[in-house]
T-cell receptor, first 112, second 114 residues
Framework: GENVEQHPSTLSVQEGDSAVIKCTYSDSASNYFPWYKQELGKRPQLIIDIRSNVGEKKDQRIAVTLNKTAKHFSLHITETQPEDSAVYFCAASMSNTDKLIFGTGTRLQVFP | EAQVTQNPRYLITVTGKKLTVTCSQNMNHEYMSWYRQDPGLGLRQIYYSMNVEVTDKGDVPEGYKVSRKEKRNFPLILESPSPNQTSLYFC?????????????FGQGTRLTVV
């Protein structure tokens, strides 16, 4: 079946450094790619999303890039802060269905 | 305040005892969905609903039932819970199709089946 692979599963960075999380998807017709952040004990919340007609999108310190040919997309966080520590999930829409397939998550730790 | 509300937040039950987890949203969203979250497996979709009286299976529907009699409510029913259904459950809603717009999640229900 269709799936989304996410790497790495854990990521530790020093405050101020950049963090990159990568996802690959299998359905070449996927057209919507959101990223969710889940802080410890909290619900997932959307932080940024991108559609297939766009190659890159930025929102302050967060950016997402999409390579449709290679079927992968990445989340970039610059100037990381301790409050960026959380689990991040990527997701991809499945064509001809109303399903959103999530990756397995990346636990990001930002050390002061 | 716009929100998705799940109840209960925590539940411990015994194998075979039927239970219902409720989910309600006040945003007039058409689309609602249930997910389970397990370590190393991410969020997996159980069931979803495009509108009242319209439901469909997600990726892991076995052992679960849902209903959508009203737009705002989407309860998850476990007719005969088993220990492998111990998990963290999230309900989510979105204005239109989940595959094109933001999903709003409930606060989660941690279920333990002993």
């Amino acid at each position: 079946g269709e799936n989304v692979e996410q790497h790495p599963s854990t990521l530790s960075v020093q405050e101020g450094d950049s963090a990159v999380i990568k996802c690959t998807y299998s359905d070449s017709a996927s057209n919507y790619f959101p990223w969710y952040k889940q802080e410890l004990g909290k619900r997932p919340q959307l932080i940024i999303d991108i559609r297939s007609n766009v190659g890159e999108k930025k929102d302050q310190r967060i950016a997402v890039t999409l390579n449709k040919t290679a079927k992968h997309f990445s989340l970039h966080i610059t100037e990381t802060q301790p409050e960026d520590s959380a689990v991040y999930f990527c997701a991809a829409s499945m064509s001809n269905t109303d399903k959103l397939i999530f990756g397995t998550g990346t636990r990001l730790q930002v050390f002061p | 305040e716009a929100q998705v509300t799940q109840n209960p937040r925590y539940l411990i039950t015994v194998t075979g005892k039927k239970l219902t987890v409720t989910c309600s949203q006040n945003m007039n969203h058409e689309y609602m969905s249930w997910y389970r979250q397990d370590p190393g497996l991410g969020l997996r979709q159980i069931y979803y609903s495009m509108n009242v009286e319209v439901t469909d299976k997600g990726d892991v529907p076995e052992g679960y039932k849902v209903s959508r009699k009203e737009k705002r409510n989407f309860p998850l029913i476990l007719e005969s819970p088993s220990p492998n259904q111990t998990s963290l459950y999230f309900c989510a809603s979105s204005a239109i199709r989940l595959t094109s717009t933001e999903a709003f999640f409930g606060q989660g229900t941690r279920l333990t089946v002993v």
